[in-house]
């Protein structure tokens, strides 16, 4: 087996040097009855070649995005990925690491790391980030449980235009963690009064950033009224090169961003691995979950990194962390930094126009159908029938049309919304295409 | 000081150069990625525009290359060599499953595109769940967590939900059994959900004692957690009656199953009363660690909390497979979509590589490589459990051996970095004294093993001769970095010149 070095000479020797007769009198501690005789049933070891052919095969079945005019959107986006990107992440250094607990011969991790919780910052308005989460929900949860710590309460307000994966991946640990969350119903227009369900219990209101419909609002005022009563506000963001174009969380008053970083140098790949961006105040460090990178010195005085301030972490701190997070999505965040530095400042805010540019002009195109104001790279577009068997229809035409609503909000009357996210992949020919399809 | 560092011109040394922070090397004008100018047009913005410059830096492709790839030389990695890290698995990375995962019909798929024009994902899925559950012997498998300790998390989920399904009195069990030499992620978990973490001491052997257990097993139990082969790097050989101990109380057995690797193709959790257990894809099945992550958590089920597994679920319909997103009984959803497809894509080609009679030669030779170690080694440090039964795929030291030498734990870690080798895991588990916990895995050559065993040996005898290994690395890209001062003065993001300071005055 090519992945498998030690040879049967090899076994012989080593077996005779530990004083054993054989392999399988190693495993005589485990319980008689519970020890396989003969191989699992499962088929034989299989070449390279063969194993290649056959999940190739499998890729085949799938309808790539590349293939068709695309518009799906809500939470994974389809942005181009720079060839230099995926090159270096696949550098073995960085691929075949682990987490860099030996600091001496992990400054590489580090140093990106140091880097990207930056980069974060900057994108989020906000004065710390970590070194990243599972994905945009499970960063959503950690951040309602943090805000839940930070007030000592156990109430969080939830905006109907949240993504319904992020509501319920926050509603499976408020059920078995005991905290509630008070979920308004959803607004495909935008304009939700979430300021008077804020009451002394609350420890949070959770917003997202264009929201599910592709809604933007600005959340200054109900910041306000969130820190009058004494709650945090929780900005999400889905689609993280939207804070290319838009106002970032941190100007209104966000004391938590958590965010999907998906867009920035990572394929879709049928939803994950993802990259959870999670970035908050200085003053509530300490609650934070997840990894930080600090900057430090080594023995001769050079500048050098760690992983720091680990009090907050299970390894430490173990039934008392603040998160049982251990490993993250280094390598994603990786990706994620790596794209942003090819865009720098004027790439990041050229990327975003041509996505703002291309949604637009394709809201233009559609007119009256399109339910959202405003809007960044994604809207929503009403249908004069049912969403779901249109998009089922279009593609079978070759047309992947988007998401529709009643895909994520079954059961409620949006059965005619659907969610149509335009990015630089979007040429004129889709949009032409889309245009005329959804007439 | 005159060392070489100090004598060359630029401060660098060969292959080791000094690289910047990308904010340092900031050229205003300088472009990574063409992206054309946007005509101003009125914009749908609703007035909430971005009018401040973000901060971020530029570059041109080139210098971002460079960038990446220095900083990646000062990065060691399983391609580099020995990365004996216990608990982590750290074995070879094959590159045929990063070329499969990026085929694009695999990686250009978005999670919420019509189940129809997506079947082969799903069939990759099935065909993932039917390895992992053939391997195991269990009847469920949910893909959805994002890694080890998600996995537990969702373990632990399904089983809250399970007593809780069962009335009053089993929905108040709170006490959850964790051995001291667990995991952090296993407290964590079990405190997260609000569950009283109880701790079973180790006995001589490195084991769970199964008298002391039963004792401890008094009303309110919801669950043992355990792991097997443990963190001593033994197996608990009272299994089956710490499983049947722990039902007869009306509890769950969660297994963590970070060590399958010792046991995979020869021992099945399915048959030793496990109800619950997660599979760590980046280890066990080689997906990379990518420097810490991302990973993937699949948990297996017994029938009796299969029902509570999370959603969405895969099943079949007239010939296609759909993803189920709600039912009944179940503990919800955990993650934005369907689980790490990426890593999925990678692990079944790990196994479809393998195969069966691959798979049970990785367990067989990475506890015969572990058990080689311990025994060239037992020597030259002390090894606690040496003598309790054979070792797993790990190998566990401890620092008595060194106790009047002077020398650390910590030291011979960092005296390991200069001669080439990655460290094993160190102070961990907690129930040994400077623990040392050695996992070579089954990809090492025993040419590898021999050179490891000469260089712990060497550096056992320096210590033993009283040379002083605290200064230790002197030839890594850094020397011993000062891990107080980055705790007491936080400085967490780059600063431009002139606001460089701690992000948390007075902390
Ligand atoms: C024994 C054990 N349990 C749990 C975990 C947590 O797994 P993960 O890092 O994938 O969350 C680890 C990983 O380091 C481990 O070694």
Redesign the pocket.
Known sequence: MRYLPITEADRRVMLEAIGMPSVEALFADVPEEALLAEPVNLPPHASEYEVEKRLSRLAAQNRPAGASPFFCGAGTYRHHIPAAVDHLIQRGEFLTSYTPYQPEIAQGTLQYLFEFQTQVCLLTGMEVANASMYDGATATAEAVMMANRVARRSKAVVSGNLHPHYRDTAATLARFQGFTLDCAPPQPQGGEALARRIDAETSCVVVQYPDLFGNIADYSELAEAAHAKGALLVVVVTEIVALGALRPPGAMGADIVAAEGQSLGNPMSFGGPHLGLFATRTRHLRQMPGRLCGETVDAEGRRGYVLTLATREQHIRRERATSNI??NSGLCALAFTIHLTLLGETGLKRLASLNHARAAELADRLGRRVVTPSFFNEFTVRLDGDAAAAVERLAGEGILAGVPVSRLHPGTALDDLLLVAVTETTDGDDLAALAEALR | MTDAFHDTISGDRGLHIEEPLIFEQDSPGALGVDWPEVEARVDRLGALAREDAIGLPSLAEPTVVRHYTRLSQKNYGIDTGLFPLG??TMKHNPRLNERLARLPGFADIHPLQPESSVQGALRLCRELQRWLMALTGMPCVALTPG????GELCGMMAIRAALDAQGEESAARRRVLVPDSA?G??PATAAALGFQVVSIPEDARGRVDPARFEALLEDGIAAVML?NPN?CGVFENDIHRIADAVHEAGGYFYC?G??FNAIVGRVRPGDLGIDAMHL?L?KTFSTPHGGGGP?A?PVVFSEALAPYAPVPRIVEEDGLLRLEEANGATLGRMKAFHGQMGMFVRALAYLMSHGSDGLRQVSGDAVLNANYLLRRLEGAFSAPFAHAGPAMHEALFDDRSLRDSGVTTLDIAKAMIDEGLHPMTVYFPLVVHGAMLVEPTETETRASLDRFTAIMQGLAERAKAGVALSEAPHHAPRRRLDETRAARRPVLRWQPAGNAKSDVPGV
């Open positions: 251990c490993t | 608990s982590c890694a080890g300790a998600h995991h992620t296993n792991t963190t963590d970070a060590n760590n980046h990973g958590g």
